[in-house]
């Protein structure tokens, strides 16, 4: 819905103290040759309607529409537009986007509620270069090439449950697909006593998806467990033909080891670490048998990725990169 022009009063709603109940100018983002003033239920925002309208397409469209300027409520002349349906924390983040050199830097600063408002409102009202640099801000963290996926770059500490579930929400909302693999991924191997609270606020299409994916995860796990506990006979050949049940025993010590029973109850694919269950030092193990049993981690790892858009979305990696 675009924004709305009030027809109330020329001022600032006061209080019998005198104070102003109504929304007030914003500290910053209030210039004394803007054009138009952007009203939401907390602030005033004098900005420039040009800059609004090179922008959004949505905006340029509503400014060229003739909205009778003398029934309209004004400051000191500028037109107030009220944001209707817009959150305050909505429109502060976008018209920041706007007139704040290197925003793409401060990006990395915003929480996740920041981001989740910028995507929203810039892609409501088709603010298509904000959207595109909060996309590939979002790509960055939730790549989709498997050899960009590095665990480490991002603090994922910091991001809890119902943050991830937010940003699902919002980005099925904003039909921005390219990095929400990754995202499901993260939704669906969260515990479910850490999830309740964030499915409440996802689609119950995205629900069934979690849960639909959460299984395959699982099996997936399954399956890393039997791989990391090879056959001495395998595909119709020795596996090791240098001490079998000498490897197979150890391969079994340092299973149980990393993943000691009762401790793990699955074992989510992209925290498996390159090695899989093998340290730097292959103690009692062949060369041949750990180098097999590398490689075997890496190609499962990277058959899974490929899979992983078409569990969570029905769709392949390259149907949702974007262009």
Wanted: charged share 25%.
């Amino acid at each position: 819905m675009p924004p709305k022009r009030r027809r109330t009063s020329e001022s600032t709603p006061s209080n019998d103290d005198g104070n102003p109940t109504g929304p007030r100018p914003h500290d910053k983002l209030w210039f004394s040759d803007g054009t138009i003033v952007l009203a939401t239920d907390v602030h005033l925002y004098r900005v420039h309607k040009g800059m609004l309208a090179k922008y959004s397409t949505v905006l340029n469209d509503m400014f060229e529409m003739p909205t009778g300027e003398s029934n309209s409520e004004c400051w000191e002349d500028v037109p107030i537009v009220e944001m209707v349906g817009d959150k305050d924390e909505e429109v502060s983040i976008l018209l920041k986007a706007l007139y704040e050199r290197n925003f793409r830097d401060t990006l990395r600063g915003c929480k996740t509620t920041e981001l989740c408002s910028l995507l929203l409102i810039s892609t409501k009202y088709d603010f298509l270069e904000v959207q595109g640099d909060v996309v590939q801000f979002l790509e960055s963290l939730f790549p989709s090439k498997f050899e960009d996926f590095v665990p480490s770059s991002v603090d994922w500490g910091s991001m809890n449950a119902s943050d991830l579930f937010e940003l699902l929400a919002v980005a099925h909302r904003c039909e921005t697909l390219s990095f929400l693999p990754l995202i499901y991924y993260f939704c669906a191997a969260l515990l479910v006593k850490e999830a309740p609270e964030g499915l409440r606020i996802v689609p119950n299409e995205c629900m069934i998806s979690l849960m639909q994916g959460r299984d395959w995860l699982c099996w997936l796990s399954q399956y890393f467990i039997r791989l990391s506990l090879p056959s001495p006979m395998a595909d119709g050949q020795y596996v090791c033909a240098w001490r079998p049940s000498s490897c197979l025993e150890h391969f079994r010590a340092k299973l149980n080891e990393r993943y000691p029973a009762g401790q793990h109850r699955f074992v989510f694919f992209l925290s498996i670490p390159p090695h899989g269950i093998l340290g730097l030092q292959q103690n009692g193990i062949c060369g041949n048998c750990a180098s097999r049993y590398i490689l075997k981690v890496d190609e499962f790892k990277k058959a899974a990725w490929k899979k992983l858009p078409e569990v969570f979305l029905g769709k392949k990696w390259e149907e949702l990169v974007r262009k």
